[in-house]
Every structure is written in structure tokens, then in C-alpha cells.
């Protein structure tokens, strides 16, 4: 038998609420804050937010330690009784790390659904999010509005423009400031092998050429996974889009990665540049801005003329 302890939420039958006044049925609809044990609350199943054992959590555990939890998180009651987080999986941690066995909890009756939407839009307000992180919100949040009945497309195209009214979409990305066509890139990043992932999330692959490495086969993925390591080399967006079209042709292979991937880029060749205060001294006052370059390339052929003359001497 479970030991686990259910708290009574209220009335949820509609037909009890109906010898209710009106302020009964607020009082049993409100949300209950309450100390619920962190040992039976779970986990929202494929939480796409990760948790960081970074500093930002070290100074969180400590202001829980010093303070107590601020703002309650927020949980659901599941069918067997126990309790999982739609928001707040950070300040559960962080509670848990500075040795509390209970959390300040509110707890609302949502359905499946509803507490994916909801857990997607609580986190998106965070002000660091990675690229895989949005991902899986955005297709979680654009699956569960799907569900309660409204408008998708995941097979559409990312840029897709036909689709016609507010589509579900448009609802995931107005919240965000994220166009439609933006929300279906992200959610394409969730084709990416996890290392590909990794990468994007990193930065050492940027959204649009990892959206046009999405559509590679796993295999293909693979062997480019193996080349990046090989050529410390990533993909622009014009060698990704190259590498779909063979992929779609079927004639994308190890060597043909291989030759795109060893093209040179124009991002990659050398460039540098030189601080002005570190060599304003060396240009006379009466020369402007517009000027330096011209002056400091003068300066240079005739400092390269002056060493051929030494070596001359020097033989």
C-alpha cells in the first residue's frame, strides 16, 4: 500500500459547485499554497529546461538557506496522488540542496495540457535561454495546443507562409517575439543528433546552417559529427545547405562532407586588427581618421623597404 499522503484541492465536480454561491466557487477553484514534501514531487516528464549546478544556483541556495523560498512553485497533483513541477524545477533544487524536506508549493488543478503550456511560458521568461531548450518548449507547447483543438503543421515547411489566420504557431512564438518561421526553425533543431544539439547550443553552430543539417539523415549526421572533429571545421549555412541538397540527391557520403567541409570559408580567413590608442601615438596630429589606414600602410611598405635595405648590408 503507498504511503504517499493526497491533499483534498476543493470540490472539483462540477455539479457539487452548483449549491455553491459565488464566492464558493472561487474559494474551491483558487489555487492552494501549501508545504508539500520535495520527496514526492517528480519531475514534468521531458522537462526541456535544464538545471545547472553553476553559480546562479550556488547564490540561489544560498538566499533559500537565508530566506526561504520567495516564490512558491508551482506543482500538479497526478492521478497516484504524488506531485509534479510545471514550474520552478531551479528552486526545488535549490531547496533540496540547502537540506529542506519541504517546499512552499501552490498547487493548481491543470490538465496534461494545460501544465505544459504553462510550463513552457513560466520558463521562457528566464533571460538566458539555449537554443535546445527552446526546441523542445516550442514543439511540447505546439503539440499540447494541437491537442486542445487548435490549428498545426509540424510536416509544413519552416517558412511557410500559406498557412492561413492564427495558427498554433503564431501563438507559440508571440509571447517570445519569435516570428512564425522562427518557431519552426527551433523546432526543426530537435532532428539534430545530440552532439549536433550540443554545438548549436554552444555556438559553434549557428540556428539557420543547423536547421538545413536537421533534414540529414541519422548516418549523415554521424559522419559529419566525425568530420567536424577531424577538420575543427563547422558548417556555414551555404556548406549546410550544400550537404542537404546531396542529401536529398542521395549522394551525400563521408568524402563528399569531407570536400565541403574543407572548403574555405570566408568567416575563416585571417583577419586582425590593431587598437587605435596603440598606435595614435605613432601618427601625427594633423592626420584624421579617414586617414590612418592610408598613413599606417605607408608606414609599413616603408618600414619594408628600410629591412630588404639592411639585409642588402648585412651580406
Request: glycine letters at 4%; aromatic letters at 6%.
Amino acid at each position: 500500500m503507498s504511503n504517499v499522503k493526497t491533499i483534498d484541492l476543493g470540490l472539483k465536480n462540477a455539479y457539487d459547485e452548483l449549491f455553491m454561491d459565488n464566492k464558493g466557487r472561487e474559494e474551491n477553484r483558487a489555487p492552494k499554497i501549501l508545504d508539500i514534501p520535495i520527496a514526492e514531487i517528480d519531475d514534468f516528464p521531458e522537462h526541456p529546461f535544464k538545471v545547472k549546478m553553476d553559480e546562479d544556483m550556488e547564490q540561489l541556495v544560498q538566499s533559500v538557506k537565508e530566506r526561504g523560498i520567495i516564490t512558491p512553485i508551482t506543482i500538479r497533483q497526478k492521478e497516484d496522488g504524488r506531485y509534479e513541477i510545471v514550474s520552478g524545477h531551479r528552486r526545488r533544487k535549490a531547496c533540496e540542496l540547502a537540506g529542506l524536506a519541504t517546499v512552499r508549493a501552490e498547487v493548481q488543478d491543470l490538465t496534461r495540457d494545460e501544465a505544459i503550456i504553462l510550463m513552457v511560458e513560466s520558463n521562457l521568461q528566464r533571460s538566458h535561454i539555449l537554443p535546445s531548450e527552446k526546441a523542445f518548449s516550442y514543439k511540447m507547447k505546439l503539440e499540447a495546443i494541437n491537442r486542445q483543438g487548435q490549428r498545426t503543421d509540424l510536416t509544413s515547411s519552416p517558412l511557410d507562409n500559406k498557412l492561413k489566420g492564427i495558427t498554433a504557431a503564431n501563438q507559440v512564438g508571440e509571447k517570445v517575439g519569435e516570428s512564425q518561421a522562427q518557431v519552426y526553425r527551433y523546432i526543426r533543431l530537435t532532428n539534430l543528433s545530440p552532439a549536433l544539439l550540443d554545438m548549436v547550443d554552444d555556438g559553434k553552430i549557428a540556428i539557420r546552417p543547423a536547421v538545413e543539417i536537421s533534414y540529414l539523415a541519422t548516418e549523415e549526421q554521424d559522419a559529419l559529427i566525425e568530420t567536424i572533429a577531424f577538420e575543427e571545421s563547422t558548417p556555414s549555412l551555404a556548406q549546410a545547405i550544400k550537404m542537404r541538397d546531396f542529401s536529398k540527391n542521395g549522394k551525400l557520403n563521408e568524402d563528399v562532407i569531407l570536400s565541403i567541409i574543407s572548403e574555405e570559408k570566408p568567416n575563416q580567413r585571417a583577419k586582425f586588427s590593431i587598437p587605435t590608442e596603440r598606435i595614435r601615438k605613432f601618427i601625427p596630429d594633423n592626420i584624421s581618421p579617414k586617414q590612418t589606414e592610408e598613413y599606417v600602410l605607408k608606414a609599413l611598405e616603408y618600414y619594408h623597404h628600410y629591412r630588404q635595405k639592411q639585409r642588402e648590408l648585412e651580406r
